[in-house]
């Protein structure tokens, strides 16, 4: 989708260039150490940021998981005359003294998703990649029940997000005596790699609940070896959370994995950073991007979101090969080409508005979904609230557990609030509010109806019921106060969802 909008910028600013070439002011080397979908999406976003602004032109080279490799594209890289770096080193220690060379010759190094051996860089752009091997492990361990058998199948050793990840997830584990690692194999990102690390472990496989791959691809590699194998499929859960066909979000809402956790590329950060750094603006040496939990209650409202956008960019790139033609054909004529260049920055306005208008929307709605009920977790709970529990206890997830169970068991009862979900988890009123109230900042009751309207907008989505007949399904007590709900939740009223 992002390639289809990159291309089509290209070829209409590629139009209005009528035959001249712009002064290239900023010569930016990209080196990413391999090439996979989730480098594809943030080559796109790179390369659509960079339509945005005049002069800059981009280098990209790819190591294939090859360090030796990405040294000598890196020394290629400056020996072209770049002027600023971006580096997503293959493994810390070997690509370190290239990265220092270029460092050392004046060139700004902004490292980005992994890190390297050496502070010889000028900004790091990463997500915390222990937090989401904790924020894993918390899942894991939350929908174990606190009890149960696990399987780790690690990143490419020597990688800063695979040592990172594990730690946070044996971290997060290690607070369950019940729940056990019990096979951890080696792999390097790829699904292959992970298929046949598990397809030949010689053990058994059949007592494990739960397989938490370093990313989405090594997971969807061992579900394969699993069923290769013959043996009872457990649990999977990945992360990147990537859209796309073979992205993630598709995989959860197909229920070929549990989770996943989405590893933002934000390609088009990455390259404001760089003309900050290279024009003189402030700027921060260390970002840290967010992230968030895919899980089956919100993967099909991300999917629908992503999917909708990618039909504008074809129909926007149908209408980019019809103008792109038209310009060819009246080339000759100077005053007709400019006056079509009019038209075409006309256009650009409009198809750059479409695209941020859509990626907006993207990101309020995923804002809206993955913050919601289901993705809550100890960490949720602030550190001064009266009588709330550290972040690290367990007993906490535990309770968010029950409480998500008590909530879905009285959807559709419209009679049920703060009583009815009490006596589910065997609490008083007081102090099932008080508890819940400290997690969430919202009241029971507020929760029970946050998550009526989610389950509502799922339904509109996925079934060919009434608006009527799913008001009633998720416990409104009339269709009208389940519409003016809606609509002050999401902004819109339920008929619309469907119209979109």
């Not at 306005?349 to 990101?363: C, F, P, Q, T, W």
Request: hydrophobic content about 40%; aromatic content about 8%.
């Amino acid at each position: 989708m992002r390639n289809t909008i990159a291309l089509l910028l290209s070829l209409l600013l590629t139009a209005c260039n009528v035959g001249s070439q712009s002064h290239v002011r900023h010569r930016i080397g990209i080196s990413q150490c391999s090439e996979d979908i989730w480098r594809d999406w943030q080559n796109a976003e790179l390369k659509i940021e960079a339509n945005f602004h005049k002069g800059v032109e981009l280098h990209f080279a790819s190591a294939l998981d090859d360090s030796q490799r990405q040294i000598q594209q890196i020394d290629s890289l400056v020996a072209s005359g770049i002027d600023l770096l971006i580096v997503a080193p293959n493994q810390l220690k070997s690509v370190s003294p290239a990265i220092d060379r270029a460092y050392d010759q004046g060139i700004p190094v902004i490292v980005f998703e992994r890190k390297t051996d050496s502070q010889k860089y000028t900004a790091f752009v990463s997500a915390d990649n222990y937090e989401m091997g904790r924020q894993m492990g918390q899942y894991v361990a939350t929908r174990l029940g606190g009890k149960g058998s696990v399987m780790e199948i690690l990143g490419l050793r020597g990688s800063s997000p695979a040592a990172d990840r594990h730690k946070g997830f044996q971290d997060a584990i290690s607070l369950y005596p019940d729940i056990r690692v019990a096979i951890s194999l080696q792999g390097d990102w790829t699904e292959e790699t992970a298929y046949q690390a598990v397809r030949n472990y010689k053990g058994n496989l059949s007592g494990i609940d739960f397989v938490f791959g370093h990313n989405d691809r090594t997971a969807i590699g061992a579900r394969r070896a699993f069923l290769n194998r013959g043996v009872p499929l457990p649990m999977f859960c990945g992360i990147d959370g990537l859209p796309g066909p073979d992205g993630g979000i598709r995989q959860v809402r197909d229920s070929l994995l549990t989770a996943s956790y989405i590893y933002p590329t934000r390609g088009d950060q990455l390259l404001q950073l760089a003309l900050d750094i290279l024009e003189g603006r402030p700027y921060n040496k260390e970002t840290h991007l967010t992230s968030a939990l895919v899980t089956s209650d919100n993967a099909n409202v991300l999917l629908l979101e992503s999917d909708e956008v990618m039909r504008q960019a074809q129909k926007l790139e149908q209408l980019g090969k019809i103008t792109h033609t038209y310009l060819h054909q009246l080339t000759v004529q100077r005053t007709i080409t400019v006056l079509a260049c009019s038209l075409i920055g006309l256009l650009l306005v409009a198809i750059v508005l479409l695209y941020l208008y859509h990626r907006g929307r993207v990101a309020i709605r995923r804002e809206r979904v993955v913050n919601n009920l289901w993705n809550m977790d100890a960490t949720a709970i602030p550190e001064n609230a009266p009588g709330s529990q550290p972040a690290s206890d367990p007993s906490q997830s535990l309770f968010i557990a029950r409480f998500r169970e008590a909530v879905e068991s009285q959807l559709s009862d419209s009679n049920a609030g703060v009583d009815e979900l009490a006596a589910c988890m065997n609490l008083s009123r007081v102090q099932l509010y008080r508890r819940v109230k400290n997690i969430t900042g919202q009241s029971p009751v507020e929760m029970l109806r946050t998550a009526r309207l989610n389950r509502g907008y799922q339904l509109l989505l996925t079934t060919d019921c009434s608006v009527s007949e799913i008001a009633y399904q998720v416990g409104f007590t009339s269709p009208s106060y389940f519409s003016k709900c809606f609509k002050d939740e999401y902004g819109i009223v339920p008929g619309d969802v469907r119209k979109a």
